[in-house]
């Protein structure tokens, strides 16, 4: 899984082709933590057609805003570098993370 930082989230996100996976989380978010071996698990099932990327909000405050990412956990599925898809809050488990991610294949 790819760690991203403000200063990589353009060349691994939006500017990449493909389908590009991104959980948005925090240091403070338990909900968050509970949901990364889920995540860790899709990865290993799609990692051949996504690309699977985190980062932390606490240090990229801006850029969540900046891609309206408004509560937590939340997890966003990019397309050439366009969010198409979003799950979040309470819709952020498993099942739906693998939904959104067979919608966009």
């Known amino acids: 899984m790819v760690e991203l930082n403000k200063e990589n989230f353009e060349a691994e996100v939006l500017k990449t082709e493909g389908l590009v996976l991104v959980d948005f989380w925090s240091d403070g978010c ?11 698990a899709l990865e290993k099932q799609y990692s051949k057609k996504v690309k699977f990327t985190k980062i932390n909000t606490t240090k990229a405050r801006r850029l969540a805003i900046k891609e309206r990412v408004l509560g937590l956990p939340t997890v966003c599925i990019y397309s050439d570098g366009v969010k198409v898809g979003e799950v979040t809050k309470d819709d952020a488990k498993k099942d739906k993370i693998e939904e959104m991610i067979k919608k966009h294949l």
Do not use: G, Y
């Open 30 to 40: 338990e909900p968050c933590k509970a949901l990364m071996p889920d995540i860790l």
